[in-house]
């Protein structure tokens, strides 16, 4: 039988393993992103973005509808929006 106080303690404990920093990003990595978002909207081609949100990494796959550079975000067609500075990492699929 656990005590309320030991099972709040083990879920504080969980969160604190399950929780993921932000990684620096590059001014290299950035320029290869952007050039990447280039080519993929010019050839519509399908995209794997890597971003961060809500203290973990999260991965979406989709084709790119804009990039909207005065909020500075990326909008998928799918209807995801992800701020740039979030991005980590861009693949083309």
């Known amino acids: 039988m656990m005590m309320p106080e030991h099972v709040q303690m083990l879920k504080g ?5 399950e929780y993921k ?3 620096m990003i590059s001014d ?18 399908t995209v794997i973005v890597k971003y961060y ?9 989709g084709k790119l509808d804009t990039v909207d550079v005065m909020s500075k975000h990326i909008l998928l067609r799918n209807g ?12 083309i699929d």
């Open 21 to 23: 920093e932000k990684p």
């Open 53 to 61: 949100k809500s203290n973990d990494h999260k991965k979406v796959r």
């Open 80 to 91: 995801t929006r992800i701020k740039l500075q979030d991005v980590i990492e861009l693949q």
């Open 28 to 45: 290299y990595q950035k320029e290869e992103i952007n050039t990447k978002l280039q080519l993929a909207i010019h050839d519509d081609l």
């Open 13 to 17: 404990i969980r969160e604190q393993q």
